[in-house]
């Protein structure tokens, strides 16, 4: 069948099915949950993945959700994510009163397009004429958050890695998939619009915990050995840092104090801290979060505090598929002529897509549509067509594109990958970091 017909197809079944999509993404918006806790997510993705006839598991990774089709001959296997979790926002409209978890970066439109790219394939007919496997997968736990609820989930065995695509990687759950694509949401983005990235910062996480002595704070504070002074240096070094951090290697250090002390008329004895260490290369990473080691410790230290410092593995950098961005372009001008197209490039946050990209072809595109900063509570939609139908409607015919004609592209472009890591070194690459 002409190639074009089925791409007709494909856009014809996700705009029939555009007031089911819409309720799927209100309705996870309706009840955000944050990471390794998306219950009742994953039930309503799941529930929706069987409607759509796809072969489903759960359970990846505590929460994640994997639905299946098989084409009509076999292929190499092609796959849509879309992320389970919401951020902490509790200035948001949206936000859940008592976890402030909200959907302020926008994964419920992920999971949108995921399974609107869904009813594309599954409701248009066009899956015999497929030579592989189509997945869309519903994962858990992207934003790399409650650093102290994941590390005990660590100790109970519950998990081995702290992000969602990192632990299923560790369990396989990427073993059958041979290439994936996942969208963004974009900020202050409002136009119909897709932003092709190109890479992003990866991140080490770190939790601090500076033990002193406590005493009465004004009766006694030579007595003491004042915590939150450690921490306090400790943060004044890594600023000191901050000069000798490269441009090119886009560091980013941020901490929060989750703990200040107990009482205010007692010397803080016991302060802690949660941080990353970000940056574009795993190297420029590695060069750095020693050096903030360092100066954490210090500020211990100086006080004559105890400086515990748990480092902990966090994502990697992302790199996107040349020939994969090529197609997004071609089939979001398709989905939607006039859409702008942006060169997103080089990005400083992380997502942990950049994991997966270490050891397949991955794309990551941002999609406007959306107003507002990502994380704040003034993101909102303001086009839902240009934010979750613009997509879907892309990577449905990307999968087209990617299987037809006995998956001829698909096999072109993992002909011309070569893994930065295999999963085996990935795996000792991430475990290098505990500490």
């Given at each position: ?7 007709q ?10 007031a ?5 993404a209100?309705?996870?918006?309706d009840?955000p949950?944050?990471g ?7 039930a309503k993705?799941a ?7 796809l072969?489903?598991?759960t359970?990846?990774?505590i929460?994640?959700?994997k ?6 001959k ?11 979790d ?9 936000a ?23 009813c ?25 958050i409650?650093i102290?609820?994941?590390?005990k989930?660590l100790?109970?065995g519950k ?24 969208m963004?949401a974009?900020?202050?983005m ?16 770190k939790t601090?915990?500076?033990?002193g002595k ?18 306090m240096?400790?943060?004044?070094g890594?600023?000191s840092l ?12 941020h901490?929060?104090i989750?703990?200040g002390?107990?009482?205010?008329n ?5 302060v802690?801290m949660?941080l ?14 020693s ?18 410092i748990?480092?902990?593995?966090g ?6 598929n040349?020939?994969?961005n ?5 089939n ?6 006039g ?22 072809p ?7 549509g959306?107003d507002?900063?990502?994380h ?18 892309a ?20 002909a011309?990958?070569k ?17």
């Amino acid at each position: 069948m002409d190639k074009e017909l089925l791409k007709q197809q494909v856009c014809a079944a996700i705009d029939a099915s555009a007031a089911k999509i819409k309720a799927i993404a209100d309705g996870i918006a309706d009840e955000p949950e944050l990471g390794f806790k998306e219950v009742k997510t994953s039930a309503k993705v799941a529930e929706f993945m069987r409607e759509l006839g796809l072969d489903v598991q759960t359970g990846l990774a505590i929460n994640g959700v994997k639905g299946r089709a098989h084409g009509g001959k076999p292929g190499p296997t092609a796959a849509v994510l879309g992320e389970l979790d919401a951020v902490g926002c509790p200035e948001s409209a949206k936000a859940d009163p008592l976890t402030g978890a909200a959907h302020a970066c926008g994964h419920n439109l992920q999971i949108a397009t995921m399974l609107g790219a869904a009813c594309g394939i599954m409701k248009s007919g066009v899956l015999k004429e497929l030579a592989g496997d189509v997945v869309f997968f519903g994962v858990p736990a992207e934003e790399y958050i409650e650093i102290e609820y994941r590390k005990k989930l660590l100790e109970a065995g519950k998990l081995h890695f702290l992000s969602g695509k990192g632990q299923l990687i560790y369990e396989g759950a990427f073993d059958d998939i041979d290439m994936a694509m996942q969208m963004h949401a974009d900020k202050n983005m409002p136009r119909p619009t897709v932003s092709i990235g190109d890479s992003s910062n990866g991140f080490v996480g770190k939790t601090v915990r500076y033990i002193g002595k406590t005493a009465h704070a004004a009766d006694a504070p030579h007595e003491g050995i004042n915590a939150l002074n450690a921490a306090m240096l400790g943060l004044m070094g890594i600023n000191s840092l901050r000069e000798t951090f490269r441009e090119q290697d886009v560091v980013r250090v941020h901490p929060i104090i989750t703990k200040g002390g107990d009482f205010v008329n007692s010397v803080p004895a016991d302060v802690r801290m949660e941080l990353y260490v970000r940056a574009k290369t795993m190297t420029a990473i590695d060069s750095t979060h020693s050096r903030v080691d360092a100066a954490l410790k210090a500020g211990g230290d100086a006080i004559g505090a105890e400086t515990q410092i748990v480092t902990l593995p966090g994502m990697m950098p992302l790199n996107c598929n040349r020939r994969m961005n090529e197609l997004m372009v071609e089939n979001s001008r398709k989905a939607y002529p006039g859409v702008d197209i942006k060169d997103a490039g080089h990005f400083s946050a992380s997502t942990d897509m950049g994991d997966v990209s270490h050891l397949m072809p991955v794309i990551h595109p941002f999609i406007g549509g959306t107003d507002g900063l990502l994380h704040t509570g003034g993101f909102h939609v303001v086009d839902f067509e240009a934010a979750v139908l613009l997509p879907a409607k892309a990577f449905a015919m990307m999968l087209v594109d990617l299987l037809v004609d006995d998956a001829k592209e698909a096999k072109g472009i993992l002909a011309d990958f070569k893994p930065i890591l295999t999963k085996e070194e990935y795996i000792a690459k991430m475990e290098s970091y505990f500490s």
